[in-house]
């Protein structure tokens, strides 16, 4: 069982930068495939970024290529979400997810946080 909880979610102005943090409990997580889905009010979740266990690869959705950068540090059990440039429409609670099946959007992910919520003003 793996637990995960998020932080660094926030009121951004457009054009600035958060970092987001996940904490992983659980000694498989570094052999978890990891990723950060977003949900805005009134639409379904998307995924933003995944990273593989070993931080080989990594995707992201074209909505955030170029702006946000995922990454973890498997020694801390983390999983971070850089974002610049942010945008008004990058408003949406953030949730980070794991599994052992891929890091892509199609990948079925087992392991959810709760959440952290990030506004961007415009």
């Known amino acids: 069982q793996v637990q995960l909880i998020e932080s660094g979610g926030g009121l951004v102005q457009a054009g600035g930068s958060l970092r987001l943090s996940c904490a992983a409990s659980?000694?498989?997580?570094?052999?978890?495939?990891t990723a950060w889905f977003r949900q805005a009010p009134e639409k379904e979740r998307e995924f933003v970024a995944g990273?593989?266990?070993?931080?080989?690869?990594?995707t992201y959705a074209d909505s955030v290529k170029g702006r946000f950068t995922i990454s973890r540090d498997n020694a801390k059990n983390a999983l971070y979400l850089q974002m610049n440039s942010l945008k008004a429409e990058d408003t949406a609670v953030y949730y980070c997810a794991a599994g052992a099946s891929g890091w892509g959007p199609t990948a079925i992910f087992d392991f959810w946080g709760q959440g952290t919520q990030v506004t961007v003003s415009s």
């Open positions: 990273i593989s266990p070993s931080s080989t690869y990594s």
């Open positions: 659980g000694r498989t997580f570094s052999h978890l495939h």
